[in-house]
């Protein structure tokens, strides 16, 4: 691809967020409101650099993709042990189904409140709930990746005495792959969301709390900072880490279509 071609769809993106802020900033005189309710783009300017310069953006940054990232890991191991599992096994099938059916129901802001109670504020409440949020789309992704595989492909490995080990690995985890990646792209998004929400009810640092904790203070401009930087975060980790994994994968193996690659 030319590197006209290249850089013209980034640079008509950087055009519309440079227009974004101009017509923010001029509705700013136009709406009359004070800082607090309608800050202009300078003031969440000035905020940002007062973040960086007392150090609090940069920890509450770490913190936040700290937990995130632990929270990712631990519910896609799960998800893909569980979904393979169940997959493949009719006994564990019919004895976890129904509680995996019903736990999938609840949404993890009903379990906060609980999660709270039984590890209080902090680390581990936000850990088990960025899991729970992982856990299931990584799961059920898993499972229907394994229960499509084509079974000539399994009984082809069995003929040439292929172990069950062999056939898990050679066959079915490589032809459930695609499923997986997007149960872990599913997750991914849902874990971020759930992320800001549980830093800002059981955190005392990370971009959600600051985003809580500036519209407490009347600090309006901290808190759109905040959103700003949970936007940017998002799209750099779609960019320079799920869309490697793609690329690495099932991009690879031709397993999209050219439509799903320009989306």
Known sequence: ??????????????????????????????????PYFYPAPIDVWFAFVDLMRKGILPVYTIDSLSRYSAGVGIG???GVFFGVLIGLNAFA?????????FLFAIVEVAWIPIFV????YGYKTILIA??????FP?????????RTVPQPLINAVRALGGTRIQ??????LPAALPGIITGLRVGAGFAFRGLIFAEIVAAKTGLGYLIFEGAQ?????????????????????????????ERATIERWGLVTDAEQRA
Not at 5 to 18: F, M, Q, S, T, Y
Not at 117 to 120: S, T
Not at 167 to 172: D, E, P
């Open 76 to 78: 896609i191991a799960a």
């Open 217 to 245: 203070s009347h600090q309006t401009a901290r808190t759109i900072v905040g959103m700003i930087s949970v936007g940017v975060i998002w799209l750099l980790i779609d960019q320079f880490y799920l869309k490697p994994i």
């Open 130 to 135: 960025l899991t729970y949020v992982v856990f």
């Open 117 to 120: 109670i039984w590890w209080g």
């Open 167 to 172: 056939v898990l690995t050679h066959v079915i």
């Open 1 to 34: 691809m030319p590197w006209s071609r290249r850089l013209a769809r980034p640079a008509k993106g950087a055009a519309g967020i440079l227009l974004f802020l101009a017509a923010w900033q001029i509705s700013v005189p136009l709406v009359g409101l004070e």
């Open 138 to 146: 990584v799961l059920y992704n898993t499972l229907i990746g394994v």
């Open 93 to 101: 099938s019919r004895l976890l189904s129904p509680t995996i059916n």
